[in-house]
């Protein structure tokens, strides 16, 4: 089988596994049914801009749309999964371990210098975002999303009590730092949708 026989078998396979018709497919790539016809039956291709497009849609490489067909696209081993996982916590224990020093340190050599539990409080948007990065380069979409507010609101939360312990007299309104978040976080749910649904 050449590159474009699999190429043509590759694009009615994973269209049939997204759940797509010929015609939603064409309206997204904003193409026409034909044309996806054609790609599928072998008669043209696609070119390399909508190929990136579908392999980026199907959460394959270009390699798995023009490979052999036939052939299972390896899966995430239960090995993989867990080297992750421990890759995840470490990360997050680390981060926790600066912080637990920070705060017995400061407490032991300055014990004059007040609020040091702020460095736990501190500990946990630069959790998120390890956490973050760890989920964008293992291209988890969903999980960086919910990383991404989590984020937000601990950074929000950290600004909050930094300004109250240590303004002179913190505005009654302080509160409304958190006000901020709303639109962040509408911002993005509607980033994950379109991530979801992006060509």
């Known amino acids: 089988m050449d590159i474009k026989e699999n190429l043509a078998l590759n694009l009615v396979k994973y269209r049939k596994i997204a759940g797509l018709t010929q015609a939603e497919l064409a309206e997204k790539l904003n193409y026409s049914d034909k044309a996806v016809s054609k790609w599928e039956r072998g008669e043209s291709v696609p070119d390399l801009y909508v190929l990136k497009q579908l392999a980026d849609f199907y959460g394959i490489t270009i390699d798995s749309m023009i490979g052999d067909p036939n052939v299972e696209r390896p899966k995430l081993t239960k090995d993989k999964k867990r080297f992750r996982y421990i890759i995840a916590v470490c990360s997050t224990m ?106």
């Not at 990383?147 to 505005?171: E, Q």
């Open 94 to 199: 680390l981060v926790w371990l600066v912080a637990i020093c920070a705060f017995s340190f400061v407490d032991i050599i300055i014990p004059t210098i007040t609020h040091t539990w702020l460095s736990f409080i501190y500990a946990l948007p630069v959790t998120f975002i390890v956490l973050l990065i760890l989920m964008a380069v293992w291209k988890k979409k969903v999980t960086t999303a919910v990383m991404i507010s989590f984020l937000v609101w601990t950074t929000l939360l950290a600004i909050y009590l930094s300004l109250d312990l240590f303004l002179p007299a913190p505005p009654p309104t302080l509160w409304e730092i958190f006000l901020i978040g709303i639109p962040l976080q509408v911002l993005i749910v509607f980033w994950c949708i379109y991530r979801k649904n992006k060509f």
